[in-house]
């Protein structure tokens, strides 16, 4: 069975903090990996993609990629209330019929 | 520019009941998704279409059938809904199966199944 695992939180950071969210895949052939932030209520959004190791800056936004480790992450910094959200990380292999969600992090940004 | 639009967006079925959620989408995408989310679950696919003429069941597709009508087109549906259906339910396109290729989602259904 191929997993996404992430820590359910509530992750809970100051505004003007850096938030950091955590992901884990079990499948060794995953090559794409992806952050979605979902509002309550509403549907998954794709604020983030990275392939390759290393960071990937957008904005506010950095993802992190160690396929060694098998570890994704993303960073947000000077966070705002607005980022709060549920954030859930998603793997995918060449073949794109393996594409699997994690459970997803809330993340709350308190004023 | 109206990507993956999903209808109806909400619905409440008695036991027993048979209905069809319809999605299509606008962006020319080759694979289509169905997915299910429950409380504090995370995303769960029922059913996938890497192509036009082609679907394939994903982690839950029991009590459940899809149609690829055509390339804009995939429809969800429920022949004997069950209390347990009750969920949200959306649907989410990509550009081809193969490749770094992301899904973008439709809004979604709410269907309570009393």
């Known amino acids: 069975q191929k997993e996404v695992e992430q820590n359910s939180g509530p992750l809970s950071v100051p505004e003007g903090a850096i938030a950091s969210l955590n992901c884990t895949y079990s499948?060794?052939?995953?090559?794409?990996f992806f952050w979605y932030r979902q509002y309550s209520g509403k549907s998954p959004e794709l604020i983030m993609s990275?392939?390759?190791?290393g960071d990937k800056e957008d904005g506010r936004f950095t993802a992190q990629l160690n396929k060694a480790s098998q570890y994704v992450s993303l960073l947000i910094r000077d966070s705002q209330p607005s980022d709060s959200a549920t954030y859930l990380c998603?793997?995918?292999?060449?073949?794109?019929?393996?594409?699997?969600f994690g459970p997803g992090t809330r993340l709350s940004v308190l004023p | 520019n109206a990507g993956v639009t999903q209808t109806p967006k909400f619905q409440v079925l008695k036991t027993g009941q048979s209905m069809t959620l319809q999605c299509a989408q606008d962006?020319?995408?080759?694979?289509m998704y169905w997915y299910r989310q429950d409380p504090g679950m995370g995303l769960r696919l029922i059913y996938y279409?890497?192509?036009?003429?082609?679907?394939d069941k994903g982690e839950v597709p029991n009590g459940y059938n899809v149609s690829r009508l055509n390339k804009r087109e995939f429809s969800l549906r429920l022949e004997s809904a069950a209390p347990s259906q009750t969920s949200v339910y959306f649907c989410?396109?990509?550009?081809?199966?193969?490749?770094?290729?992301?899904?973008?989602f439709g809004d979604g259904t709410r269907l309570s199944i009393l």
């Open positions: 989410a396109s990509s550009p081809r199966v193969r490749g770094y290729q992301p899904q973008h």
């Open positions: 499948d060794r052939g995953s090559q794409s």
């Open positions: 990275i392939y390759s190791n």
């Open positions: 998603a793997a995918n292999d060449n073949y794109g019929q393996n594409f699997v």
């Open positions: 962006m020319n995408h080759n694979s």
């Open positions: 279409s890497a192509s036009e003429g082609t679907t």
